[in-house]
């Protein structure tokens, strides 16, 4: 894929700084940016949040520990956090910009208000922030690159995506969530000739992270992963007995990593794991690879003697992903919005 278009301007030639938003509320005591001393109170914050939107997972104070770590996370300037006239934490804030950029640069934001203090008028707030500083960021590319701002919303978290949209972000795809109940038959699929499925070893790791950069390049929206960001994807809840590699030789073809948070189980209801990535090399696609992949997957959450297995999958993604997955027997529960502002 191209690393550039020609008929763009840079970035920093579409993108003005802004002055940074200072945020202003009555039920606001004090407005400062995360220190690391912060990650238990953002933890519990966002599991706050995560309960009412998504109450089926929940962030780990790992997820926070990584993101408040990223070297491209600077949090005096990439952070904010609102607390209460009783002093607690009720407003996340946090902006990030991955470093890999081949063909869109992209700032996140993430975090929140506290379920107990909504429709007040924070989240606005918080939202000016959040956008000053993306399009501060974007404002530093000089890549002649689309440039997007992008968040996520739950389905069921509709005034989200209202804030969101009255701040013109547009719902630009649809994330499905999907389950499969493991009491059901697993297909067995076997890949084409010349194609082995191997439990996850840590030493093709480097490889795996080629394999993953290569196979969702054409994706939606996706940019290859770092270094970093894949030693902490492959930390935390990862859990490589139950991922499988596809060889072709010693070349790592396709993927399926898994990730599993007891936490969330009580939540959702259901025991089981999250599949986190599947993926199949551009070359090696049409040899059956993923579905062998998620079979070997499925049985050995099975034979742990767990309930579901659950993923979620862009529902316009070109490469079939959507009708693999039903095909093996997954439905679909919720949704996630993801919302875009286009500059």
Known sequence: MADHHDDLLPVNERVTAPQPHTPTHPLIAEWRPATQADVDAVTEAQRAMDAVDHPEWLHTRDEVQELFDYSFVELTEDTLLGFGLDGALVAVGVTTMPPLQESLVRVFLEGGVHPELRGRGIGRELLAWSRARAEQKLAASEKRLPAWIMAYADER??????????????????????????????????PADGIRIVPFREELTAATLVAHNDSFRDHWSSQPMSEEQWTAWIGGTFRPDISFLALDGDEVVGFVLNQVNEGDWETQGF???????????????????APALLGRAMESCKALGWEKVTLSVDAENPSGALGLYTGMGF????????????Y
Do not use: Q, W
């Not at 972000?169 to 067995?188: H, Q």
């Open 271 to 289: 025991t089981g794991a999250y599949i986190g990535m599947v993926g199949t090399i551009r070359s090696a696609r049409g040899k059956r690879i």
């Open 331 to 342: 439905v679909r529960t919720n949704a996630e919005l993801s919302l875009v502002r286009v």
């Open 157 to 190: 978290a509709e005034d989200a995506a209202r804030l969101f949209h009255r701040d013109g972000f547009e719902t630009a795809r649809y994330f499905f969530e999907l389950e499969r109940d493991l009491a059901d038959a697993i297909p067995e699929v076997e």
